[in-house]
Protein backbone atom coordinates (compact mmCIF):
# COMPACT_ATOMS: atom_id res chain seq x y z
CA UNK A 1 0.00 0.00 0.00
CA UNK A 2 1.21 3.46 -0.67
CA UNK A 3 1.45 5.94 2.21
CA UNK A 4 -0.45 8.89 2.16
CA UNK A 5 1.26 11.19 -0.24
CA UNK A 6 0.07 14.62 0.71
CA UNK A 7 1.18 14.06 4.22
CA UNK A 8 4.45 13.05 3.36
CA UNK A 9 4.42 16.26 1.37
CA UNK A 10 3.29 18.17 4.35
CA UNK A 11 5.82 16.54 6.11
CA UNK A 12 8.33 17.62 4.26
CA UNK A 13 7.35 21.20 3.72
CA UNK A 14 7.69 21.83 7.43
CA UNK A 15 10.81 20.23 7.71
CA UNK A 16 12.42 22.52 5.07
CA UNK A 17 10.39 25.39 7.03
CA UNK A 18 11.65 24.38 10.53
CA UNK A 19 15.24 24.61 8.61
CA UNK A 20 15.15 28.23 8.75
CA UNK A 21 16.60 30.26 11.94
CA UNK A 22 13.53 31.19 14.09
CA UNK A 23 14.39 35.00 13.79
CA UNK A 24 14.80 35.00 9.63
CA UNK A 25 11.33 33.94 9.77
CA UNK A 26 8.93 36.90 8.54
CA UNK A 27 6.44 38.38 9.88
CA UNK A 28 3.79 38.24 7.35
CA UNK A 29 4.32 37.72 3.45
CA UNK A 30 2.05 39.55 1.51
CA UNK A 31 0.18 37.82 -1.59
CA UNK A 32 1.41 38.02 -4.71
CA UNK A 33 -1.02 40.75 -5.60
CA UNK A 34 -0.28 42.85 -2.98
CA UNK A 35 3.71 42.94 -3.54
CA UNK A 36 4.16 41.68 -6.97
CA UNK A 37 8.28 43.06 -6.63
CA UNK A 38 9.98 41.26 -3.84
CA UNK A 39 13.25 42.38 -5.35
CA UNK A 40 15.30 46.00 -4.81
CA UNK A 41 14.17 47.75 -1.13
CA UNK A 42 11.84 45.41 -0.65
CA UNK A 43 14.22 42.21 -0.05
CA UNK A 44 16.47 45.13 1.93
CA UNK A 45 14.35 46.04 4.64
CA UNK A 46 14.81 42.27 5.85
CA UNK A 47 18.35 42.58 6.05
CA UNK A 48 21.58 44.74 7.69
CA UNK A 49 23.50 47.26 5.65
CA UNK A 50 26.40 44.84 5.93
CA UNK A 51 24.37 41.81 4.49
CA UNK A 52 22.78 43.73 1.54
CA UNK A 53 26.51 44.92 0.71
CA UNK A 54 27.41 41.54 0.71
CA UNK A 55 24.66 39.66 -0.97
CA UNK A 56 24.30 42.58 -3.58
CA UNK A 57 27.95 41.88 -4.68
CA UNK A 58 28.65 39.13 -7.54
CA UNK A 59 31.08 35.86 -7.22
CA UNK A 60 33.91 37.59 -9.38
CA UNK A 61 33.80 40.39 -6.62
CA UNK A 62 32.77 38.52 -3.24
CA UNK A 63 35.88 36.01 -4.51
CA UNK A 64 38.12 38.57 -4.31
CA UNK A 65 37.51 39.49 -1.26
CA UNK A 66 37.44 35.71 0.63
CA UNK A 67 40.49 34.95 -0.80
CA UNK A 68 42.44 37.45 0.48
CA UNK A 69 40.85 37.48 3.58
CA UNK A 70 38.99 40.86 3.45
CA UNK A 71 35.85 38.85 3.89
CA UNK A 72 35.26 36.03 6.20
CA UNK A 73 33.51 32.68 4.75
CA UNK A 74 31.40 32.83 7.74
CA UNK A 75 29.86 36.10 7.44
CA UNK A 76 29.80 36.05 3.72
CA UNK A 77 27.94 32.62 4.10
CA UNK A 78 25.33 33.55 6.67
CA UNK A 79 24.38 36.72 4.61
CA UNK A 80 23.61 34.52 1.82
CA UNK A 81 21.46 31.88 3.97
CA UNK A 82 19.52 35.05 5.76
CA UNK A 83 18.72 36.05 1.88
CA UNK A 84 18.07 31.99 0.95
CA UNK A 85 15.56 31.96 3.59
CA UNK A 86 13.77 35.27 2.91
CA UNK A 87 13.60 34.40 -0.61
CA UNK A 88 12.18 30.58 0.42
CA UNK A 89 9.35 32.08 2.09
CA UNK A 90 8.54 34.81 -0.39
CA UNK A 91 8.54 32.45 -3.30
CA UNK A 92 9.26 28.67 -2.37
CA UNK A 93 12.25 28.35 -4.16
CA UNK A 94 14.02 25.44 -1.45
CA UNK A 95 13.83 22.17 -1.41
CA UNK A 96 16.79 21.19 0.98
CA UNK A 97 17.94 23.89 3.34
CA UNK A 98 21.55 22.83 5.30
CA UNK A 99 22.84 26.22 7.09
CA UNK A 100 24.36 24.60 10.16
CA UNK A 101 26.57 22.30 7.99
CA UNK A 102 27.45 25.51 5.66
CA UNK A 103 28.48 27.69 8.52
CA UNK A 104 30.24 24.57 9.64
CA UNK A 105 32.35 24.45 6.34
CA UNK A 106 32.88 28.08 6.44
CA UNK A 107 34.54 28.02 9.48
CA UNK A 108 37.20 25.71 8.61
CA UNK A 109 37.85 27.64 5.93
CA UNK A 110 38.45 30.90 7.66
CA UNK A 111 40.47 28.86 9.96
CA UNK A 112 42.53 27.36 6.94
CA UNK A 113 43.36 31.02 6.02
CA UNK A 114 43.79 32.06 9.49
CA UNK A 115 46.73 29.77 9.69
CA UNK A 116 48.01 29.82 6.20
CA UNK A 117 47.28 32.73 4.83
CA UNK A 118 46.44 31.17 1.85
CA UNK A 119 42.80 30.45 0.25
CA UNK A 120 41.46 26.69 0.12
CA UNK A 121 41.01 27.48 -3.98
CA UNK A 122 39.67 29.64 -6.23
CA UNK A 123 36.05 29.76 -4.84
CA UNK A 124 37.07 29.81 -1.44
CA UNK A 125 34.63 31.25 0.71
CA UNK A 126 31.75 31.52 -2.10
CA UNK A 127 28.05 30.39 -1.51
CA UNK A 128 26.97 27.77 -4.06
CA UNK A 129 23.27 26.74 -4.64
CA UNK A 130 22.84 23.50 -6.39
CA UNK A 131 19.66 22.69 -8.29
CA UNK A 132 18.08 19.36 -6.42
CA UNK A 133 19.48 17.03 -8.95
CA UNK A 134 22.71 17.12 -7.45
CA UNK A 135 23.29 14.33 -4.42
CA UNK A 136 24.85 15.93 -1.55
CA UNK A 137 25.75 14.64 1.63
CA UNK A 138 23.43 14.78 4.85
CA UNK A 139 20.40 15.64 2.64
CA UNK A 140 17.56 14.01 0.56
CA UNK A 141 17.29 14.80 -3.20
CA UNK A 142 14.42 14.16 -3.93
CA UNK A 143 13.94 16.08 -7.15
CA UNK A 144 9.92 17.27 -6.69
CA UNK A 145 8.94 13.80 -6.51
CA UNK A 146 7.51 12.86 -2.77
CA UNK A 147 8.60 9.02 -3.84
CA UNK A 148 11.80 9.81 -3.28
CA UNK A 149 11.78 11.43 0.02
CA UNK A 150 13.92 9.95 2.59
CA UNK A 151 14.97 7.24 -0.40
CA UNK A 152 18.04 7.14 -2.61
CA UNK A 153 16.19 7.95 -6.04
CA UNK A 154 13.08 6.13 -4.88
CA UNK A 155 15.13 2.78 -3.51
CA UNK A 156 14.44 2.09 0.13
CA UNK A 157 17.44 1.44 2.24
CA UNK A 158 20.03 1.95 -0.25
CA UNK A 159 23.59 2.76 1.32
CA UNK A 160 24.39 5.44 -0.26
CA UNK A 161 21.34 7.30 0.65
CA UNK A 162 22.95 10.84 2.07
CA UNK A 163 26.81 9.65 2.19
CA UNK A 164 26.84 9.77 -2.01
CA UNK A 165 27.81 12.90 -3.48
CA UNK A 166 27.60 14.06 -7.49
CA UNK A 167 31.31 14.60 -8.75
CA UNK A 168 30.35 18.23 -9.46
CA UNK A 169 29.70 19.12 -5.65
CA UNK A 170 33.14 17.38 -4.91
CA UNK A 171 34.73 19.48 -7.17
CA UNK A 172 32.75 22.24 -5.73
CA UNK A 173 34.34 21.56 -2.06
CA UNK A 174 38.09 21.10 -3.14
CA UNK A 175 37.71 24.47 -4.97
CA UNK A 176 36.49 26.34 -1.78
CA UNK A 177 32.80 26.72 -2.58
CA UNK A 178 30.19 26.92 0.62
CA UNK A 179 27.19 24.99 -0.50
CA UNK A 180 24.27 25.78 1.44
CA UNK A 181 21.33 24.90 0.21
CA UNK A 182 19.27 22.81 -2.63
CA UNK A 183 16.30 24.71 -5.52
CA UNK A 184 13.28 23.64 -6.27
CA UNK A 185 12.56 22.04 -9.76
CA UNK A 186 9.38 20.75 -11.60
CA UNK A 187 8.53 16.95 -10.58
CA UNK A 188 10.46 15.15 -13.95
CA UNK A 189 12.32 18.45 -14.68
CA UNK A 190 10.30 18.22 -18.16
CA UNK A 191 8.63 21.69 -17.76
CA UNK A 192 9.52 25.61 -18.21
CA UNK A 193 7.37 26.30 -14.85
CA UNK A 194 8.63 25.02 -11.43
CA UNK A 195 5.76 23.24 -9.71
CA UNK A 196 5.56 19.89 -7.64
CA UNK A 197 3.42 18.53 -4.25
CA UNK A 198 6.07 19.15 -1.86
CA UNK A 199 6.87 22.95 -2.17
CA UNK A 200 3.53 23.81 -4.76
CA UNK A 201 4.21 26.64 -7.35
CA UNK A 202 7.95 28.46 -7.20
CA UNK A 203 7.12 32.50 -8.21
CA UNK A 204 9.20 34.91 -9.75
CA UNK A 205 10.84 37.32 -7.37
CA UNK A 206 10.25 40.37 -10.13
CA UNK A 207 7.18 39.42 -10.85
CA UNK A 208 5.32 37.21 -8.64
CA UNK A 209 2.67 37.19 -11.27
CA UNK A 210 4.78 35.09 -13.48
CA UNK A 211 6.78 31.59 -13.54
CA UNK A 212 10.12 31.27 -12.70
CA UNK A 213 10.69 29.16 -14.76
CA UNK A 214 12.57 25.90 -15.17
CA UNK A 215 13.20 23.59 -14.70
CA UNK A 216 16.16 25.27 -12.63
CA UNK A 217 13.62 27.33 -11.60
CA UNK A 218 14.65 27.66 -7.88
CA UNK A 219 18.09 28.57 -9.15
CA UNK A 220 16.77 31.19 -11.34
CA UNK A 221 14.06 32.50 -8.43
CA UNK A 222 16.89 32.37 -5.52
CA UNK A 223 19.54 33.83 -8.24
CA UNK A 224 17.27 36.49 -9.10
CA UNK A 225 16.43 37.80 -4.96
CA UNK A 226 19.71 37.66 -4.83
CA UNK A 227 20.00 34.70 -2.25
CA UNK A 228 23.13 33.56 -4.05
CA UNK A 229 25.52 34.58 -6.05
CA UNK A 230 25.85 31.87 -8.36
CA UNK A 231 24.31 28.48 -9.13
CA UNK A 232 23.84 25.06 -10.96
CA UNK A 233 21.75 23.93 -13.35
CA UNK A 234 20.95 21.56 -16.30
CA UNK A 235 19.42 21.98 -19.63
CA UNK A 236 17.68 19.20 -22.05
CA UNK A 237 15.63 21.95 -23.65
CA UNK A 238 16.31 24.99 -22.51
CA UNK A 239 16.41 24.43 -17.92
CA UNK A 240 19.30 26.65 -17.50
CA UNK A 241 18.47 29.44 -19.83
CA UNK A 242 14.42 29.59 -19.84
CA UNK A 243 15.43 30.54 -15.79
CA UNK A 244 18.14 32.70 -16.18
CA UNK A 245 16.17 34.93 -18.60
CA UNK A 246 13.09 35.16 -17.05
CA UNK A 247 14.78 35.96 -13.22
CA UNK A 248 17.24 38.78 -15.12
CA UNK A 249 20.50 36.22 -14.97
CA UNK A 250 23.25 35.60 -17.06
CA UNK A 251 23.11 31.67 -17.64
CA UNK A 252 25.61 29.35 -19.81
CA UNK A 253 24.13 25.95 -21.44
CA UNK A 254 27.30 24.07 -22.38
CA UNK A 255 27.75 21.88 -24.96
CA UNK A 256 27.45 18.25 -23.98
CA UNK A 257 30.87 16.96 -22.47
CA UNK A 258 32.08 20.28 -21.10
CA UNK A 259 31.05 20.04 -17.77
CA UNK A 260 30.68 17.03 -15.02
CA UNK A 261 27.36 15.46 -14.81
CA UNK A 262 28.82 12.24 -13.16
CA UNK A 263 26.82 11.14 -10.44
CA UNK A 264 23.86 13.26 -10.35
CA UNK A 265 19.81 12.27 -10.69
CA UNK A 266 18.31 12.86 -13.34
CA UNK A 267 15.07 11.68 -15.20
CA UNK A 268 15.00 9.14 -18.26
CA UNK A 269 18.67 8.19 -17.26
CA UNK A 270 20.38 6.59 -20.44
CA UNK A 271 18.20 8.53 -23.10
CA UNK A 272 21.18 9.62 -24.93
CA UNK A 273 20.19 11.16 -27.92
CA UNK A 274 19.47 14.81 -26.67
CA UNK A 275 21.90 14.54 -23.12
CA UNK A 276 21.03 17.21 -20.35
CA UNK A 277 23.99 19.39 -19.90
CA UNK A 278 24.64 21.17 -16.60
CA UNK A 279 25.88 24.70 -16.35
CA UNK A 280 26.02 28.04 -14.18
CA UNK A 281 23.61 30.72 -13.61
CA UNK A 282 24.60 34.05 -12.25
CA UNK A 283 24.35 37.84 -11.77
CA UNK A 284 27.37 38.45 -13.85
CA UNK A 285 28.50 37.36 -17.41
CA UNK A 286 32.04 37.46 -15.77
CA UNK A 287 31.03 35.03 -12.94
CA UNK A 288 29.99 32.11 -15.10
CA UNK A 289 33.80 32.51 -16.47
CA UNK A 290 35.19 32.19 -12.90
CA UNK A 291 33.37 29.08 -12.23
CA UNK A 292 33.28 27.53 -15.43
CA UNK A 293 37.24 28.04 -15.56
CA UNK A 294 37.99 26.60 -11.94
CA UNK A 295 35.85 23.74 -12.56
CA UNK A 296 37.58 23.17 -15.76
CA UNK A 297 40.64 23.42 -13.84
CA UNK A 298 39.64 20.24 -12.04
CA UNK A 299 40.27 18.04 -14.55
CA UNK A 300 37.11 16.62 -14.49
CA UNK A 301 37.75 14.16 -18.05
CA UNK A 302 39.70 11.95 -15.28
CA UNK A 303 36.32 11.05 -13.23
CA UNK A 304 33.49 11.69 -15.58
CA UNK A 305 33.66 9.45 -18.72
CA UNK A 306 31.32 11.54 -20.64
CA UNK A 307 33.53 15.06 -20.40
CA UNK A 308 36.05 15.93 -23.33
CA UNK A 309 39.15 16.47 -21.97
CA UNK A 310 39.34 19.55 -23.33
CA UNK A 311 40.76 22.33 -20.49
CA UNK A 312 39.73 25.77 -20.16
CA UNK A 313 41.31 27.82 -23.23
CA UNK A 314 42.63 30.99 -22.38
CA UNK A 315 43.56 31.83 -26.17
CA UNK A 316 39.88 31.04 -27.26
CA UNK A 317 38.47 33.26 -24.87
CA UNK A 318 41.70 36.21 -24.95
CA UNK A 319 41.28 36.03 -28.82
CA UNK A 320 37.65 37.20 -28.46
CA UNK A 321 38.30 39.50 -25.80
CA UNK A 322 41.52 41.21 -28.10
CA UNK A 323 39.54 41.39 -31.39
CA UNK A 324 36.76 43.12 -29.52
CA UNK A 325 39.15 45.71 -28.12
CA UNK A 326 40.79 46.29 -31.05
CA UNK A 327 37.21 47.60 -32.81
CA UNK A 328 36.76 45.01 -34.67
CA UNK A 329 33.29 43.59 -36.04
CA UNK A 330 31.57 40.31 -35.10
CA UNK A 331 28.83 39.44 -37.46
CA UNK A 332 25.22 38.36 -35.44
CA UNK A 333 22.76 36.26 -37.47
CA UNK A 334 19.18 37.27 -35.41
CA UNK A 335 16.35 35.07 -35.01
CA UNK A 336 13.17 37.07 -34.70
CA UNK A 337 10.79 34.68 -35.22
CA UNK A 338 11.26 30.72 -35.42
CA UNK A 339 8.13 30.41 -37.63
CA UNK A 340 6.42 28.32 -34.97
CA UNK A 341 6.09 30.82 -32.13
CA UNK A 342 5.79 34.62 -32.59
CA UNK A 343 7.36 36.58 -29.67
CA UNK A 344 5.31 38.90 -27.44
CA UNK A 345 6.05 42.77 -27.71
CA UNK A 346 8.04 43.28 -25.31
CA UNK A 347 10.82 40.06 -26.80
CA UNK A 348 10.19 41.75 -30.00
CA UNK A 349 11.63 45.68 -28.44
CA UNK A 350 14.14 43.47 -26.80
CA UNK A 351 15.58 42.38 -30.39
CA UNK A 352 15.30 45.60 -32.08
CA UNK A 353 17.24 46.82 -29.10
CA UNK A 354 20.03 44.65 -28.77
CA UNK A 355 20.33 44.84 -32.46
CA UNK A 356 20.23 48.25 -33.26
CA UNK A 357 22.61 48.74 -30.41
CA UNK A 358 25.52 46.17 -31.86
CA UNK A 359 25.00 47.64 -35.56
CA UNK A 360 25.64 51.19 -33.54
CA UNK A 361 28.71 50.15 -32.17
CA UNK A 362 29.92 48.82 -35.50
CA UNK A 363 28.71 45.10 -35.51
CA UNK A 364 27.27 43.16 -38.50
CA UNK A 365 23.28 41.85 -38.61
CA UNK A 366 23.96 39.12 -40.82
CA UNK A 367 20.29 37.61 -42.29
CA UNK A 368 19.81 34.01 -40.42
CA UNK A 369 17.73 31.29 -42.84
CA UNK A 370 18.68 28.26 -41.25
CA UNK A 371 17.12 24.98 -41.87
CA UNK A 372 13.36 25.41 -41.03
CA UNK A 373 13.79 24.19 -37.27
CA UNK A 374 10.04 23.33 -37.58
CA UNK A 375 11.92 19.72 -38.87
CA UNK A 376 14.28 19.63 -35.65
CA UNK A 377 11.65 20.54 -33.20
CA UNK A 378 9.52 17.99 -34.76
CA UNK A 379 12.26 15.11 -33.99
CA UNK A 380 12.95 16.18 -30.23
CA UNK A 381 9.67 16.14 -29.35
CA UNK A 382 9.07 12.42 -30.26
CA UNK A 383 12.77 11.95 -27.95
CA UNK A 384 10.99 12.73 -24.89
CA UNK A 385 8.61 10.13 -25.06
CA UNK A 386 10.75 7.56 -26.07
CA UNK A 387 10.07 5.49 -23.12
CA UNK A 388 6.35 6.62 -23.53
CA UNK A 389 6.43 7.86 -20.00
CA UNK A 390 7.19 4.54 -17.84
CA UNK A 391 10.44 6.86 -15.83
CA UNK A 392 8.80 9.33 -14.64
CA UNK A 393 5.27 7.36 -14.27
CA UNK A 394 7.16 4.74 -11.96
CA UNK A 395 8.30 7.75 -9.83
CA UNK A 396 5.02 9.08 -9.79
CA UNK A 397 3.84 5.39 -8.83
CA UNK A 398 5.83 5.08 -5.72
CA UNK A 399 3.69 7.51 -3.87
CA UNK A 400 0.65 7.94 -5.30
CA UNK A 401 0.70 11.67 -5.99
CA UNK A 402 -0.73 12.91 -9.43
CA UNK A 403 1.71 14.67 -11.82
CA UNK A 404 1.09 18.61 -12.25
CA UNK A 405 -1.17 19.42 -15.34
CA UNK A 406 2.15 21.25 -16.64
CA UNK A 407 3.27 17.36 -16.75
CA UNK A 408 0.28 15.24 -17.59
CA UNK A 409 -0.19 17.64 -20.59
CA UNK A 410 3.11 15.86 -21.80
CA UNK A 411 3.62 12.14 -20.33
CA UNK A 412 -0.44 11.94 -19.87
CA UNK A 413 -1.58 10.10 -16.19
CA UNK A 414 0.01 6.13 -17.35
CA UNK A 415 2.80 5.24 -19.24
CA UNK A 416 2.01 5.10 -23.61
CA UNK A 417 3.34 2.65 -25.90
CA UNK A 418 7.51 3.42 -26.38
CA UNK A 419 9.65 3.95 -29.32
CA UNK A 420 11.39 1.12 -30.96
CA UNK A 421 14.47 0.76 -31.11
CA UNK A 422 14.16 0.74 -35.17
CA UNK A 423 12.40 4.16 -34.57
CA UNK A 424 15.34 5.29 -32.41
CA UNK A 425 18.07 4.72 -34.88
CA UNK A 426 15.92 6.21 -37.52
CA UNK A 427 15.24 9.65 -35.29
CA UNK A 428 19.05 9.27 -34.37
CA UNK A 429 20.21 8.86 -38.05
CA UNK A 430 17.48 12.05 -39.04
CA UNK A 431 19.26 14.10 -36.55
CA UNK A 432 22.84 13.35 -37.56
CA UNK A 433 21.77 14.71 -40.90
CA UNK A 434 20.04 17.86 -39.82
CA UNK A 435 23.03 18.50 -37.36
CA UNK A 436 24.89 18.47 -40.68
CA UNK A 437 22.98 21.01 -42.77
CA UNK A 438 22.63 23.12 -39.95
CA UNK A 439 26.58 22.99 -40.04
CA UNK A 440 27.08 23.56 -43.52
CA UNK A 441 24.61 26.27 -43.36
CA UNK A 442 26.32 28.01 -40.85
CA UNK A 443 29.76 28.06 -42.96
CA UNK A 444 28.05 29.48 -45.87
CA UNK A 445 27.13 32.35 -43.71
CA UNK A 446 31.14 33.60 -44.82
CA UNK A 447 30.08 34.87 -47.98
CA UNK A 448 27.28 37.61 -46.18
CA UNK A 449 28.83 38.10 -42.68
CA UNK A 450 30.65 41.01 -43.90
CA UNK A 451 33.61 39.85 -41.60
CA UNK A 452 34.59 37.23 -44.01
CA UNK A 453 34.00 34.71 -41.31
CA UNK A 454 30.80 32.91 -40.31
CA UNK A 455 28.42 34.24 -38.33
CA UNK A 456 30.14 34.75 -34.84
CA UNK A 457 26.59 34.40 -33.04
CA UNK A 458 23.25 34.35 -33.54
CA UNK A 459 20.25 36.52 -31.41
CA UNK A 460 17.24 34.63 -30.78
CA UNK A 461 14.53 34.81 -28.25
CA UNK A 462 14.83 32.99 -25.31
CA UNK A 463 11.19 32.16 -25.60
CA UNK A 464 7.97 33.79 -26.63
CA UNK A 465 7.49 35.79 -24.01
CA UNK A 466 9.21 37.78 -20.88
CA UNK A 467 8.07 35.10 -18.30
CA UNK A 468 5.11 32.90 -18.96
CA UNK A 469 1.99 33.22 -16.70
CA UNK A 470 1.55 29.75 -14.48
CA UNK A 471 0.25 26.85 -16.85
CA UNK A 472 0.70 28.32 -19.99
CA UNK A 473 3.92 27.97 -20.86
CA UNK A 474 3.90 25.29 -24.15
CA UNK A 475 6.25 26.82 -26.75
CA UNK A 476 9.87 25.28 -26.48
CA UNK A 477 10.80 25.79 -29.88
CA UNK A 478 13.52 28.97 -29.47
CA UNK A 479 15.35 26.87 -26.53
CA UNK A 480 15.36 22.85 -27.73
CA UNK A 481 16.39 23.51 -30.87
CA UNK A 482 19.95 24.35 -29.47
CA UNK A 483 19.85 21.23 -27.40
CA UNK A 484 19.18 19.53 -30.95
CA UNK A 485 22.20 20.74 -32.34
CA UNK A 486 24.35 20.61 -29.10
CA UNK A 487 25.29 24.08 -29.56
CA UNK A 488 26.44 26.45 -26.96
CA UNK A 489 24.26 29.55 -25.08
CA UNK A 490 24.29 32.14 -23.01
CA UNK A 491 21.43 34.45 -21.83
CA UNK A 492 21.76 38.35 -21.29
CA UNK A 493 19.40 39.93 -20.05
CA UNK A 494 18.36 43.03 -21.63
CA UNK A 495 15.60 45.17 -20.87
CA UNK A 496 12.43 45.15 -18.44
CA UNK A 497 8.48 44.83 -19.98
CA UNK A 498 7.23 48.81 -20.09
CA UNK A 499 3.38 48.25 -20.04
CA UNK A 500 3.48 51.99 -21.37
CA UNK A 501 5.68 51.03 -24.40
CA UNK A 502 4.98 47.43 -25.00
CA UNK A 503 1.40 47.46 -25.76
CA UNK A 504 -0.55 44.71 -27.28
CA UNK A 505 -0.15 44.05 -30.92
CA UNK A 506 -3.75 44.93 -32.15
CA UNK A 507 -2.64 43.68 -36.19
CA UNK A 508 -0.88 40.33 -34.65
CA UNK A 509 -1.73 37.45 -37.32
CA UNK A 510 -1.21 34.12 -36.22
CA UNK A 511 0.68 31.45 -37.36
CA UNK A 512 -1.39 28.97 -35.91
CA UNK A 513 -3.75 28.37 -33.18
CA UNK A 514 -1.25 27.13 -30.89
CA UNK A 515 0.67 31.10 -31.66
CA UNK A 516 -2.43 33.04 -30.90
CA UNK A 517 -3.17 30.84 -27.87
CA UNK A 518 0.58 32.02 -26.75
CA UNK A 519 0.26 35.53 -27.65
CA UNK A 520 -3.19 36.06 -25.85
CA UNK A 521 -1.36 35.60 -22.74
CA UNK A 522 0.33 39.00 -23.04
CA UNK A 523 -1.19 41.54 -20.88
CA UNK A 524 1.03 44.35 -20.40
CA UNK A 525 -0.62 44.88 -16.85
CA UNK A 526 0.59 41.64 -15.77
CA UNK A 527 3.78 41.81 -17.36
CA UNK A 528 4.74 45.22 -16.44
CA UNK A 529 8.59 45.03 -15.20
CA UNK A 530 9.48 41.58 -15.79
CA UNK A 531 12.67 41.08 -16.70
CA UNK A 532 13.36 40.36 -20.96
CA UNK A 533 16.36 38.21 -21.92
CA UNK A 534 18.11 37.24 -25.07
CA UNK A 535 20.06 34.34 -25.55
CA UNK A 536 23.83 34.55 -27.78
CA UNK A 537 24.00 31.38 -29.43
CA UNK A 538 27.35 29.95 -30.50
CA UNK A 539 28.25 26.51 -32.49
CA UNK A 540 29.26 23.47 -30.10
CA UNK A 541 32.08 23.55 -27.42
CA UNK A 542 32.73 27.47 -27.79
CA UNK A 543 31.91 27.98 -24.45
CA UNK A 544 35.26 30.08 -24.12
CA UNK A 545 33.95 32.29 -27.06
CA UNK A 546 30.61 32.65 -26.17
CA UNK A 547 31.67 34.08 -22.75
CA UNK A 548 33.62 36.72 -23.87
CA UNK A 549 30.72 37.59 -26.50
CA UNK A 550 28.54 37.98 -23.42
CA UNK A 551 30.76 39.62 -21.50
CA UNK A 552 30.68 42.37 -24.19
CA UNK A 553 27.39 42.51 -24.98
CA UNK A 554 26.44 43.02 -21.56
CA UNK A 555 28.71 45.92 -21.41
CA UNK A 556 27.11 47.78 -24.35
CA UNK A 557 23.92 47.29 -23.17
CA UNK A 558 24.98 48.60 -20.37
CA UNK A 559 26.17 51.65 -21.99
CA UNK A 560 23.54 52.26 -24.22
CA UNK A 561 20.74 52.17 -21.48
Known amino acids: MVADWEAKAQAKREEIFSSIPKEWILPSVPSKEEQKDVTGDFARQYL ?15 TAKTTTGEWSAVEVTKAFCHRAAIAHQLLSCLHEIFFDAALASAKEMDNHFEFTKKPLGPLHGLPVSLKDQFHVKGVDTTMGYIGWIGTFEGAQNAKNYRTHESLMVQELRELGAVLYCKTSVPHTLMSGET ?3 IIGYTLNPKNRLLTCGGSSGGEGALIGFRGSPIGFGTD ?27 GMANSMDGQNTVLSVVGPLATTSASLTLMTKSILSRDPWLHDPLVHEIPWRDSHYDAMKSLLSSGSKLSFGVIRNDGITSPHPPVTRALEFLTSTLASAGHEITPWTPPPHIDAITLTSSIWTFDGGADVHAAFAL ?9 SSVYGTSPSLQASASQIAAINVAKRKWQKAYMEYWNSTSKVSGTGRPVDAVICPVAPFAAARPGTYKSYSYMSVWNFLDYTGVVVPVTTVDKGVDAVDAGFQPIDEADRECQATYDPEIFDGAHVSLQLVGRRLQEEKMLAIAEYVGSVLAEAK
Open 399 to 407: SGEPPSSQI
Open 236 to 262: IGGSIRIPAAFNGLFGLRPSSGRLPYE
Open 195 to 197: VNN
Open 48 to 62: SDREVEITETDAVGI
